[in-house]
C-alpha cells in the first residue's frame, strides 16, 4: 500500500510521501537510543510536566486533527472530535497517575524473610525504545493510548502508523516535539509494512505492540519470539451483545445502534453479534432494525452524519463480500445489504442488520468491518452463552440483564477480555484493556498497559 492520504469519501488521492530510506531508518533508530538514555533518567515530576504540556497542546489543535483525522480514514467529524478530546483525557490521567502506577513495591518481610533478605524492593524500570505498529481506525487514540504510558514510565516510542494516515502520524511526533520532549523521544517512521520486520530485529528496539489484523499480529510475533523481545498484540473481534429477558430493551436497542456502527462500523470493540432471548427478540429486532435504518450515511464532514464512509475500497468489497456470501445462504436481509441507492463515489455502505445466520456462512466466523449487523435468537442462557464463546475472538463482550444469576454466569464463563453489563463496550485510561484467544495477548491501559513495557526489577538487601 502506497504512503497516501486518499480521501475515502470520494477516493480522490490527496497527498503522497516517500517512505524513509534505510539511511533515515538508521537515523531514527540511533536518535530514538540516545534520547532513551536521557529520557529514563528524567523524574516523574518532569515526565508529569511534558505530557500535560503535549496535552495541552493537543488540546488546542483538536479542531484541526479532527479534520485530518477525518479527510484520511472517514470517521464523522464529531466523532473525530470525541477521540482527540479522549486522548487528552488519558494523557492527562497518566500524568497524574504514573508515578503511583510505577511506585516501588515493598514485600512484608515475613514473605522474604526465608530468602535470607534484610528487606526486598520490587521497582519497575523502563527497557528502552518501542516500537508501535498501528491501524488507522482510530489513528489518534490508539496512539496516545500507547506513547503516554510509555512515555511516562521512561521509553520512547517508535510509531510505524498504517499507511492511509499519514498526516496524523506525522502530526503526533510533532506534537510531543511542540510539547517539549527532546529529539527521538517519540518518532514517525514513514516505511511500509515490510520494513517492520527489519526495524524490530534491530538491537536498538527492546519490544513492539501491534493493533491491527491477526496476520499482521502474527508476523511481529512471529519476529519478536525469533529476536525474543515483548509484544503486546490486540488484534481482532467479533463481540457479542447478549441481550436476556430482564433488560431494559427500549435502552438495549438504542445503544446496539451506536454499539455497532461507531467509527462506520470499523471498530475492534464494535458490538458485532446480537444474541437476543426469544422472550424479547421481536421487542429488540424491532426497535434495532428501525434505530439502524434512521441513520444518516453521508459526508463524514457534515455534523448531521452519523455513518461515513469506509476506510478502503478492499474494506468495501470485503464487507460486501461477507453479506453476499450469507444472502447466498439464506440469511435475510432485515435492512440495509448494499451500497447506497444514490450515485456516490466514496466507499459507502448502508447500516445493515442480517438475521437467519447458520454457521456455514463465513460471516458467522468472520469478523464484519463495517457497519454490519447478525442477529440471532436463543431459548437459554446456556444457548447465550455458547453462542458468545462461538468464535476464534474474544475481544470484549456486552451482556443486557438486570438478574445477578446472569451476570455471575456471563463473568465466570463468557471468553473474552471484558464484560461490559447494560452498556456498550469502552476503552478508559483507567480500565485494563485487552483481548484473549485470537484477538491477542497483553494489556493496554491502567496500571497493567504501563507495566507492561517495564522491567520488574526485584532489589534484594542482605544482612
Keep these: 500500500m502506497p504512503i ?13 510521501f516517500d517512505a524513509l530510506t534505510p539511511e533515515e531508518v538508521e537515523r531514527r533508530l540511533a536518535t530514538a537510543e540516545a534520547a532513551y538514555r536521557e529520557h529514563r533518567l528524567t523524574s516523574f515530576a518532569d515526565r508529569r510536566t511534558l505530557l500535560e504540556r ?3 497542546v493537543l488540546e488546542a489543535d483538536v479542531e484541526d486533527v479532527a479534520r485530518t483525522m477525518t479527510l484520511e480514514m472517514g470517521k464523522p467529524l464529531k466523532a473525530a472530535r470525541a477521540e482527540a478530546a479522549k486522548c487528552v483525557k488519558a494523557m492527562r490521567w497518566y500524568a497524574a497517575n504514573a508515578e503511583s502506577l510505577l511506585a516501588d513495591e515493598h514485600p512484608e518481610p515475613r514473605d522474604v524473610e526465608d530468602s535470607g533478605a534484610v ?6 524500570r523502563p527497557i528502552g525504545p ?43 511526533e510533532e506534537l510531543f516535539l511542540r510539547a517539549g520532549y527532546r529529539e527521538g523521544c517519540f518518532q514517525t517512521l514513514l516505511i511500509g509494512s515490510g520494513a517492520v520486520d527489519g526495524v524490530l ?12 489484523s491477526e496476520p499482521a499480529g502474527r508476523a511481529v ?11 503486546v498484540l490486540e488484534l481482532g473481534g467479533s463481540d457479542p451483545y447478549v441481550v436476556l429477558p430482564s433488560a431494559d430493551v427500549e435502552k438495549a436497542a438504542k445503544t446496539a445502534v451506536t454499539a455497532r456502527v461507531q467509527n462506520n462500523g470499523q471498530s475492534c470493540i464494535a458490538a458485532k453479534r446480537f444474541i437476543v432471548h426469544a422472550d424479547v427478540y421481536d421487542a429488540f429486532r424491532d426497535r434495532f432494525v428501525a434505530g439502524m435504518r434512521e441513520l444518516t450515511v453521508g459526508d463524514p464532514m457534515s455534523e448531521e452524519t452519523d455513518v461515513g464512509p469506509l476506510s478502503s475500497e478492499q474494506g468495501l468489497g470485503d464487507l460486501e463480500e461477507l453479506v453476499e456470501d450469507a444472502v447466498a445462504k439464506g440469511a435475510a436481509v432485515l435492512c440495509g445489504g448494499a451500497r447506497p441507492d444514490r450515485p456516490v463515489s466514496g466507499w459507502f455502505y448502508t447500516p445493515t442488520v442480517l ?4 454457521e456455514g456462512m463465513r460471516i458467522h466466523r468472520e469478523e464484519a468491518f463495517g457497519p ?9 442462557l446456556d444457548e447465550a452463552v455458547a453462542l458468545a464463546n462461538d468464535t476464534p475472538f474474544g475481544l470484549s463482550s456486552n451482556v443486557w440483564t438486570r438478574d445477578d444469576d446472569d451476570i455471575a454466569r456471563c463473568v465466570r464463563d463468557i471468553q473474552a477480555g471484558g464484560v461490559f453489563f447494560n452498556g456498550m463496550t469502552a476503552s478508559h485510561p483507567g480500565l485494563p484493556f485487552g483481548g484473549a484467544k485470537r484477538s491477542g495477548y497483553g494489556r493496554e491501559l491502567a496500571g497493567e498497559g504501563i507495566r507492561e513495557f517495564c522491567n520488574a526489577t526485584t532489589v534484594w538487601y542482605g544482612p
Design 4 to 16: 497516501a492520504t486518499v480521501n475515502p469519501a470520494t477516493g480522490e488521492t490527496l497527498k503522497t
Design 54 to 56: 503535549a496535552a495541552d
Design 119 to 124: 528487606r526486598a524492593v520490587v521497582r519497575y
Design 130 to 172: 518501542v516500537l508501535a505498529v498501528m491501524p488507522w481506525n482510530f489513528p489518534l487514540w490508539q496512539v496516545v493510548r500507547f506513547a503516554a504510558p510509555a512515555l511516562m514510565a521512561g521509553n520512547v516510542g517508535l510509531l510505524k502508523h498504517a499507511s492511509n494516515v499519514p498526516q496524523t502520524a506525522l502530526y503526533l
Design 201 to 212: 530485529r534491530d538491537a536498538r528496539v527492546a519490544a513492539a505492540t501491534l493493533t491491527g
Design 221 to 231: 510475533a512471529s519476529t519478536a519470539g525469533d529476536e525474543v523481545k515483548k509484544t
Design 355 to 358: 438475521a437467519g445466520i447458520t
Design 372 to 380: 454490519v449487523a447478525t442477529l440471532y435468537r436463543v431459548d437459554s
